[in-house]
């Protein structure tokens, strides 16, 4: 099926399989391995893009179901070579560590930051819920998550 | 302006950050080869079944499936079977019996990822099922299904040590003795990347290049020529590649069929084979952790005096033994469970069990079955606490080690290099608050709410180890540095290790940079690539600062005795004459006569002595004298829900002793994963079998992690006592909270409920375990 996404800000047009997974059209088919896979459950949130302004696991979803989408993936953060405020924030919070939670998690708190700039703990907590670390305990995926609506909020 | 050393001590923030904040982190799935082909796995869904047939037509005829392989092809090169690292044998693939759900039973090698597993679908396998062993106590019992044909029975091997007649003496004439039967169950390690591989086989150079999801990967050369050698893939010509890593915690170690289903595919049909697993072939085969059932005693005087330990355990195996231990130490570290405390007589023993289930017994984030050796030793201080009615706390303080003891000698003969066990505990009461939180336990207990406080005075042991004790496979586990300083000043390390989100780029940079004064921002680190690095152990069991670590300094050390002798030529003065201070050789006495190390490493090639060599470089394989000995304790405040019989971890303060900490930062981000991986067994997670042997909890929908809403606000504190052994006094702390809190919780929930008559819950401790509890008490709300 021919199908036509925006992909942070690119066009592309592909002929997919009906039943190729989106995670696969990023990672295969254009190469932005950036979005990872860690279950096939839609449960540890991996694979978490956002699509439409909405994050979801990209894992659970068809290519074809993006067509005519608008997609944002973790390598259309940085803009102009200057990195976006989650990502200086998961750095300097220390909230990474293996890394591969990591791009899921920033773009899940990407969504949850438009919606909702200035969050308490706890609902950041809620707000990443979807996403599975196992490395960092959160306490420092909060603290990025913080620091970055914090320095969102004061630009 | 000069840039900053970022020497020891330094909260550097990561080297490593960059890639992986921009989606340009290199894992295994990201390697794409041409001509690359995937291989999917064909799996039992018998514990236990004669193979009769395996129909591959149907597979065969779909088009883009190339191959489909059997235990009985590979039995013809001689690779149906491998051994694992206990001198026990692991199928790679079955020739006529699988012996647990989930085994693979063969594999599919297709053009496409997703052809491979259209393929995988349409093998039909016939089987014929056989009796199953699940309950490792029924496998032992004479008349019970034997799940290996090539044994005598279940029983794999007995394994004890300490003085059995003397403990069994005290136990005889103690005033107090408490008995638990604990069990820690099954759990996986889950690191979010599951296992994969590509195995590149170049038939015209005659060498195999492995990409894997490995903690180890010059063993796994060592290994790989050593299995294969007779197939012609010699060691110089096997090269593997360890490349980012998501998260290992011991599950990496091991060797699965996948990989060498993969390998042999590579080489039998020429091209490049890539295996990625998913998560429930990842939950529901590859290696488990745990699965001890332990009988633990202690005998005491009734003034709280511990006088003597006994553990008798049954270590549930699966269908072999294939855990990944140093191969002296078929129970791992066990040995260490006399923990904090003062015992005078001490015996353990371990047996090992087949059972129609998964192979393992890997770590967990812990070193060698240390979790095991602390969750029953700390469980079972806190009863004999209760049942003295005496404070956990003050059972602790009256029979720690004394800072004065060590090096202590442990009644099972570890060697503890250093401790102060009470300081760290004091700090931890201080923290949390702990004389007004028994207040408050005993007024809301008045009310008829429940409140518990758990503590867990852990001390590990890691860094293994000493060559004399320790090998894996004959080869002993040191572990290696190795230093180029490049002409402008900047240097190139390289290590036997390999980080999985330790921050190995930041924390070996540092340490170079604090022994040569080159910033760390400076120095490249280079790990996992066999090719390039010298060789080493790998990293798991918390032994990269303790063995690879200590390398960089010793080697970086050599480089500057090296440079002292350069400078001397530079300066025009004598050796003597000249001190390393402020990370630069300066002559005594004489302010502003000095030269850097940038000035020393141009003239290491420019200018450097008559006679001497040119350059400037180290290496060095790193024996540690001893292990390592970090500490710590934690304590745990729970309320517990009457109606729901959920367990809240209202407050948990941790304070770690690892020694001296390379990067505080870092260190404070191992420990809240650690706590967390430390929370998740004792409230969440579990596998577990029915009695066919069928898994209860084989994926993310059923075995549950614990995300942002369960886990706790860590709190953290940090005493230091450095170990004197080490060469700039660090312990290892990657796996310490994982180890010690489990057992915190486990007897706060208990501490909650003692009142009630309930003297031990086994973990995970679910809602629903709880529920019934405060049922049958009559209290639920």
């Known amino acids: 099926m021919h199908i036509e996404v925006t992909v942070n800000g690119t066009k592309h047009a592909a002929d997919v399989e009906p039943r190729l997974l989106l995670v696969h059209f990023l990672r295969e088919v254009l190469n932005l391995t950036g979005t990872h896979i860690g279950c096939d459950t839609t449960s540890c949130g991996a694979c978490s893009i956002v699509l439409n302004g909405r994050a979801i696991k990209s894992c659970t979803l068809l290519a074809v179901q993006a067509n005519g989408g608008d997609i944002l993936t973790v390598e259309g953060l940085a803009v102009g070579g200057k990195l976006h405020a989650l990502q200086e924030g998961f750095h300097e919070q220390h909230g990474l560590q293996c890394g591969f939670c990591t791009p899921g998690m920033m773009m899940t708190a990407y969504a949850f930051l438009k919606g909702n700039p200035k969050p308490t703990e706890d609902e950041i907590r809620w707000g990443i819920s979807g996403n599975l670390c196992r490395c960092t305990g959160y306490v420092n995926i909060v603290k990025a998550i913080q620091y970055a609506a914090e320095k969102t909020g004061t630009e | ?781």
């Open chain 2, 1 to 781: 302006m000069a840039k900053e050393i970022h020497g020891m001590g330094h909260s550097m923030k990561r080297k490593e950050d960059a890639r992986f904040l921009q989606g340009k982190g290199k894992y295994i799935d990201d390697i794409k080869l041409p001509g690359m082909l995937y291989l999917d796995i064909v799996r039992s869904p018998y514990a236990h079944a004669k193979i009769k047939n395996i129909d591959a037509s149907k597979a065969m005829a779909i088009p883009g499936v190339l191959a489909v392989i059997t235990g009985k092809d590979l039995d013809k090169y001689g690779l149906a079977w491998m051994p694992t690292l206990m001198s026990d044998k692991q199928m790679v693939l079955p020739i006529d019996t699988v012996k647990y759900q989930s085994q693979e039973v063969a594999g599919v090698i297709a053009a496409e990822r997703y052809i491979a597993a259209d393929g995988a679908a349409a093998v039909e396998v016939e089987y014929d099922p056989l009796p199953v062993v699940v309950d490792p106590f029924k496998a032992l019992e004479p008349d019970a299904t034997k799940v290996r044909d090539d044994k005598p029975s279940n029983h794999i091997w007995h394994w004890e040590t300490g003085d059995k007649a003397a403990t069994d003496l005290a136990f005889r004439n103690a005033e107090v003795v408490v008995k638990e039967n604990i069990y820690i169950p099954r759990i996986h390690v889950c690191s979010i990347e599951t296992c994969g591989c590509v195995a590149s086989w170049d038939s015209v150079e005659g060498k195999l290049t492995m990409y894997m999801t490995t903690q180890a990967p010059h063993a796994i050369r060592t290994v790989i020529a050593l299995v294969a050698g007779h197939l012609g893939l010699s060691e110089e010509r096997i090269q593997v590649i360890s490349p980012d890593i998501g998260g290992g915690f011991g599950g990496k170690v091991p060797v699965y069929p996948g990989y060498v289903i993969a390998i042999a595919a590579s080489v039998l049909i020429g091209k490049p084979v890539k295996w990625i697993e998913d998560r429930m072939e990842n939950i529901q085969a590859d290696s488990f952790a745990r699965d001890y059932h332990i009988t633990a005693e202690i005998a005491a005087k009734k003034d709280g005096t511990m006088q003597a330990l006994r553990f008798k355990t049954v270590a549930d195996h699966g269908y072999t033994d294939a855990a990944a231990n140093p191969s002296k130490f078929p129970a791992g570290l066990f040995s260490v469970c006399t923990g904090s405390y003062n015992f005078q007589n001490a015996f353990v023993e371990v047996d090992g069990v087949y059972t129609n289930k998964p192979p393992g017994g890997i770590a967990y984030r812990c070193s060698f079955r240390v979790t095991e050796a602390v969750h029953a030793i700390e469980q079972i201080t806190d009863v004999l606490a209760h049942e003295l009615k005496m404070d956990p706390a003050e059972l602790r303080s009256k029979n720690f080690i004394k800072p004065e003891q060590f090096p202590y000698k442990s009644v099972l003969g570890w060697e503890y290099d250093s401790g102060n066990y009470q300081g760290a505990l004091d700090l931890a009461m201080n923290m949390i608050g702990y004389r007004e939180l028994r207040k408050e336990q005993a007024e809301k207990r008045a009310r008829g709410e429940l409140m518990g406080i758990g503590i867990s005075s852990f001390t590990e042991i890691v860094g293994a180890g000493p060559s004399k004790h320790f090998d894996i496979l004959g080869i002993k586990m040191f572990d290696s540095a190795e230093i180029r300083i490049h002409p402008t000043g900047k240097a190139i390390a390289r290590f036997g290790t390999k980080s999985q989100g330790q921050g190995h780029e930041t924390t070996y940079a540092q340490i170079v940079a604090e022994e040569l004064g080159i910033p760390a921002e400076d120095i490249q680190v280079e790990e996992g690539d066999t090719d390039t690095a010298p060789y080493g152990l790998g990293t798991y069991a918390s032994r990269s600062t303790p063995t690879a670590g200590a390398a960089a300094a010793v080697a970086a050390r050599k480089i500057r005795e090296k440079a002292r002798k350069i400078a001397a030529y530079l300066l025009e003065v004598s050796e003597e004459d000249l001190e390393w201070k402020d990370y630069k050789f300066q002559v005594k006495g004489v302010p502003g006569k000095e030269k850097t190390m940038q000035e020393v490493a141009f003239a290491a090639y420019t200018n450097h002595p008559p006679g001497m060599e040119a350059g400037l470089e180290a290496v060095n394989y790193y024996d540690p004298p001893n292990l390592t000995f970090p500490f710590g304790s934690y304590i745990c405040v729970v309320d517990i829900d009457k109606g729901t019989g959920e367990v809240k971890v209202r407050r948990f303060v941790a304070v770690d002793d690892c020694g001296n900490r390379i990067n505080p930062m870092i260190v404070e981000g191992q420990i809240h994963g650690g706590l967390t991986m430390g929370l998740a067994p004792a409230l969440y997670e579990g596998i577990f079998y029915d009695e066919q042997g069928n898994i209860q909890g084989g994926s993310f929908m059923d075995y549950m992690l614990p995300t942002a809403v369960e886990t706790p606000k860590w709190e953290t504190g940090e005493t230091c006592t450095p170990s004197p052994h080490h060469p700039f006094g660090a312990k290892g702390v990657g796996e310490s909270a994982t180890v010690g809190a489990p057992a915190a919780i486990v007897n706060a929930v208990v501490d909650a409920l003692w009142h009630l008559g309930v003297r031990r819950i086994d973990i995970p401790i679910t809602p629903w375990k709880v529920w019934q509890i405060l049922n049958d008490k009559g209290v639920a709300g």
